[in-house]
């Protein structure tokens, strides 16, 4: 296996958000009865909120089938999570013959890029047109590189955030990319 930033223990997966659906509509009132500690409260929230312990996560529950799995900390968690749900919805008499693939939207890493960045110089190093930078607004600069579909969140403390990644590689590239950049710049 390659080695990439993730494997390496320089970022650590926070969140990763997947999403599957049935092709069918859902009785959420039905399903919150069934579901042990799921919440549905359609005021508020247009969805049931179904926390399950192992893999540990959150699925968010539509009434059109479509299940959204937030806060698992790796991608096989995130697919194992939607995959729990749909068992338990197989139990529970509820027709799953027609599951679409689970597809990874989002994964949120975080690391330690150096011991400290002077955010206003690395604004004007990587250009300010790929960076949003208001420290009255956020303590952090975000960083979106032309060729990469990832945002990094670069803070003073030398931690950043890299997220908007929908694989490992996307994610890696964008640290690595961030990475080279500010030690050419001389800033790490």
Do not use: W
């Amino acid at each position: 296996m390659a080695s990439s930033a993730a494997s390496d223990g320089y970022l650590q997966i926070q969140n990763v958000v997947a999403s599957t659906g049935l092709s069918q509509e859902l009785d959420l009132e039905q399903l919150n009865d069934d579901l042990f500690g799921s919440q549905f409260d359609p005021e508020n929230f247009p969805g049931v909120i179904y926390r399950i312990p192992d893999p540990k996560a959150a699925i968010l529950i539509y009434r059109t089938g479509k299940l959204i799995s937030t806060g698992s900390d790796s991608i096989a968690a995130a697919q194992d999570t939607l995959r729990t749900v749909v068992e338990e919805f197989d139990s529970l008499g509820i027709d799953i013959s027609d599951l679409d693939e689970i597809v990874v939207h989002n994964i949120v890493t975080s690391g330690e890029l150096c011991d400290g960045l002077n955010l206003n110089t690395v604004a004007i190093g990587l250009g300010l047109e790929n960076i949003e930078y208001e420290p009255e607004q956020f303590p952090g600069l975000i960083y979106r590189p032309d060729d990469i579909d990832v945002a990094i969140l670069l803070f003073g403390s030398g931690k950043l955030v890299v997220t908007g990644g929908q694989t490992i590689e996307q994610i890696d590239r964008g640290f690595e990319y961030v990475k080279e950049e500010l030690e050419s710049l001389g800033l790490v």
